[in-house]
């Protein structure tokens, strides 16, 4: 049997106490002995995981990608094992890594299920470090994650595509300079993804050939075609097709910089610094339960 610490975001929309309670409660039913706690802010991230390090327990995280990029630092700094029941808009690191969607196959892997090493994603920005679970960005998308961060009416389920539609109808393409292993490429678009799983966006197919355990990144460079051609595009994003066209080049590396102007670098859903930016992958830095 399990030491765990169920850990979540009481602030976050799809967690709440009846949630977190019946998270507990399957888990004790299990034999499994269980501490829960509640953490609001990134400030409060790193002591809890630190205790949880120091008390010898597995974290159980309940939340989605934005809440898992806020602990994504300290579970890689503390060396911390960790499970995840999703319960964000997204769930993309849940979708690449085929934890189950439904919250009580979730718990009951986040009990029984075997620790596997999984890359995660140094970034270096504004003289700071910071990492990320999933992927890192800078465009367009960068656009669609402040915008859907500031929906409060919309359903959930809506959020990123109508966030993709509003934000090709006003984005304005960008000249970059992306540096992958040292070796630079120039051109004209909307984006650059540095990802570490296949998905972004609620199931966007965006690195479909990505593996996030293979010591690699995947670098995706949308170009910049006109917005016609964009809006036809996002439905070829789900399947992953949109890697065929000739507005997209897919890239690998170990280290990738992006830079730009005006552009902001988001990771997991969540702002990290205006570009530049540099992101390094990070073999095997993240234990999680699958």
């Known amino acids: 049997m399990q030491r765990l610490h169920v850990i979540c975001n009481p602030a976050a929309r799809g967690v709440d106490d009846a949630l977190v309670q019946r998270v507990a409660a399957t888990l004790r039913s299990a034999g499994h002995g269980v501490r829960v706690s509640r953490c609001g802010a990134i400030a409060g991230a790193g002591d809890l995981i630190a ?14 990608d934005g809440f898992l990029h806020t602990m994504t630092g300290p579970l890689v700094e503390h060396h911390v094992d960790f499970a995840l029941v999703p319960a964000g808009r997204g769930n993309d690191f849940a ?4 934890i189950p ?19 995660a994603l140094r970034v270096h920005a504004d003289g700071q470090v910071t990492y990320a679970a999933t992927r890192v960005y800078a465009g367009i998308d960068s656009q669609v994650s402040q915008v859907v961060n500031g929906y409060r009416r919309v359903p959930p389920a809506l959020h990123y595509a109508l966030g993709a539609v509003q934000s090709i109808l006003t984005f304005t393409p960008r000249s970059y300079r992306v540096e992958v292993d040292g070796i630079g490429h120039e051109y004209v678009g909307v984006s650059a993804i540095v990802a570490n799983g296949g998905y972004y966006g609620n199931g966007m197919h965006i690195a479909p050939d990505a593996t996030p355990d293979d010591g690699l990144l995947d670098v995706v460079l949308l170009g910049a075609p006109n917005r016609a051609r964009l809006l036809r595009l996002l439905p070829t994003v789900y ?15 170990r280290t990738v910089r992006i ?5 902001s670098a988001y990771g997991d859903g969540e702002f990290i610094a205006e570009l530049p930016v540099t992101v390094e992958v990070f073999p095997g830095a993240l234990r999680v339960v699958r």
Not at 51 to 64: F, H, I, K, S, Y
């Open 259 to 263: 830079e730009s102007s005006g552009v």
């Open 95 to 98: 979708r690449q890594l085929g």
């Open 51 to 64: 205790d949880t390090a120091a008390r010898g327990e597995r974290a159980v995280l309940v939340g989605g």
């Open 101 to 119: 969607s439904h919250p009580q196959a979730a718990v009951r892997l986040a009990g029984a299920g075997l620790v596997t090493p999984v890359d």
């Open 239 to 253: 399947q992953g097709t949109h890697i065929k066209a000739p507005e997209v080049t897919v890239l690998r590396g």
